[in-house]
């Protein structure tokens, strides 16, 4: 259980658009748990897509058995992990188990899951036992591809550069080296080409380090080191931020890592040294998608059909969140991540009970960044599906951005983080 408070929960906030419609579609499924399995599904990934399809497998579809295979043994949240990099939360904020999933109904299994048998409708999990399934899940988030920049891959296993863009021991072990620099020290942060995991992450990252070097090593250098020609997400606010910190913070677009080597790292004019390299690598869909082989789109993501995340190459196999091909304007996020979740989950009870999927979902998303420990802005969309397109396009008129940074979103963002743990992981 996270140390944060659960009194500002309010679950129903958090079903948003999509939830809430394929919720009416499926509202006569309640109640309905007595009856013989309609169906089994495996869900491979308890992230925040896996987890939340699990969740909505069980309270929509009550009759199905509903598995769910992670290799942690606990949920570690990505989404406020940057203000655990900075030193204003704990690794317990952001840490959550699996108890209340299991207490919803769903069989949740501790493995590594290392082969599928898309003909036998098979999975293998590491020490050789087996699951079949009706359905196949499959959330397996990013992995990275670390060959595309000479010698990060030795630098990455050696631990001696971290990522940190999965939560977990990266992450404490980044703080560990933030905190182990001398005043004075440089601290570079290096963000590959779009598209990659949390499009405003990387930004968020160099605010809130900025934020810690500012306030307890003010003499430091932050060098933000961009493989994009600009911002990639909430550009005019991350300018404005980013002048906080002048003086200390120097972004630098065009930047592209090319080559590491010990404490230098080598661009494409310049070579520099930090005392801190935090490369965030390239990356792809997770590496049991590929294994799959299901990473038709660019050879790094996977393709679906909208209206039942099914693989377009493997139906049967229903692939969420950041593995996929996004749509136009579609962010690869934990909150996107959870709507992929429910629009699989209704659509998977329908095609267990031979009925219609629902042909025009809807989906949303918000972003919440902090640019100290304490404020926060946002940028929010909605995605509706267009028949003719096949795809989800943003509804006009919708979302927005902050005017401004401030401490009020600060705490939305909080209770946001709160919100979706709760509604993914049943809390
Ligand atoms: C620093 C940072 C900040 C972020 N901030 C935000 C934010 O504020 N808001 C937001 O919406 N998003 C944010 N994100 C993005 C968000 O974390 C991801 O988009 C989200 O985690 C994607 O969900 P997923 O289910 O696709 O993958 P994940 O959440 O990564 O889940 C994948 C799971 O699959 C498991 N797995 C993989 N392969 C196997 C296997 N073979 N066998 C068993 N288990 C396996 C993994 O252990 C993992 O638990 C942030 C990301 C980062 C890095």
């Avoid at 769910?68 to 900075?86: A, D, H, K, Q, Y």
């Avoid at 959550?96 to 501790?110: I, K, M």
Wanted: glycine share 10%; proline share 5%.
């Amino acid at each position: 259980m996270s140390t944060l408070t659960r009194t500002h929960f309010d679950r129903r906030r958090l079903l948003g658009a999509g939830a809430a419609l394929a919720a009416t579609t499926l509202a006569g499924c309640a109640g309905m748990a007595g009856g013989p399995s309609i169906g089994r599904v495996v869900v491979v990934g308890g992230g925040y897509g896996g987890a939340t399809a699990a969740r909505y497998l069980k309270l929509w579809g009550g009759k199905v058995d509903v598995t769910l295979v992670e290799r942690n043994t606990e949920f570690v949240s990505c989404p406020i992990s940057n203000l655990v990099l900075g030193g204003y939360k704990r690794m317990a904020d952001i840490t959550h188990s699996y108890a209340d999933l299991r207490s919803a109904g769903v069989d949740v299994l501790q493995g590594e899951v290392t082969a599928i048998d898309v003909t036998a409708r098979r999975i293998r999990l590491a020490g050789g036992s087996e699951l079949a399934y009706d359905r196949l899940v499959l959330s397996p988030g990013i992995d990275f591809t670390p060959e595309q920049v000479g010698g990060l891959s030795a630098a990455l296993d050696s631990g001696r550069v971290l990522h940190a863009w999965k939560a977990g021991p990266q992450t404490v072990a980044l703080r560990r080296q933030l905190e182990a620099m001398p005043d004075g020290g440089v601290f570079a942060i290096f963000i590959p080409r779009a598209p990659y995991r949390c499009p405003p992450g990387p930004y968020e990252r160099a605010c809130v380090v900025a934020s810690y070097l500012k306030a307890s090593k003010p003499r430091s250098k932050l060098l933000v080191l961009d493989a994009n020609p600009e911002i990639v997400s909430k550009k005019a606010l991350f300018e404005a931020a980013f002048r906080n910190y002048a003086g200390l913070l120097e972004y630098r677009p065009n930047a592209e890592l090319k080559e590491l080597s010990g404490n230098l790292a080598k661009l494409e004019f310049e070579d520099l040294r930090a005392d801190v390299l935090n490369v965030i690598p390239p990356q792809r869909a997770g590496d049991l998608a590929r294994q799959a082989g299901l990473l038709n789109m660019n050879n790094r993501w996977v393709g679906v059909n909208w209206l039942t995340m099914e693989s377009t190459v493997a139906p049967g196999i229903h692939v969420l969140g950041d593995a996929t091909f996004p749509a136009p304007a579609m962010p690869k996020s934990g909150h996107m991540a959870n709507q992929h979740g429910k629009v699989a989950a209704a659509a998977i009870i329908q095609l267990l009970k031979g009925g219609p999927v629902n042909a025009t979902p809807v989906v949303m998303n918000t972003c919440y960044s902090f640019v100290s420990g304490e404020d926060a802005m946002h940028i929010a969309s909605v995605h509706q599906y267009d028949a003719a397109e096949k795809t989800f396009k943003t509804v006009p008129g919708s979302g927005g951005v902050s005017a401004v940074a401030s401490a009020l979103e600060g705490r939305y963002a909080l209770s946001w983080a709160q919100n979706i743990w709760a509604d993914s992981l049943a809390l």
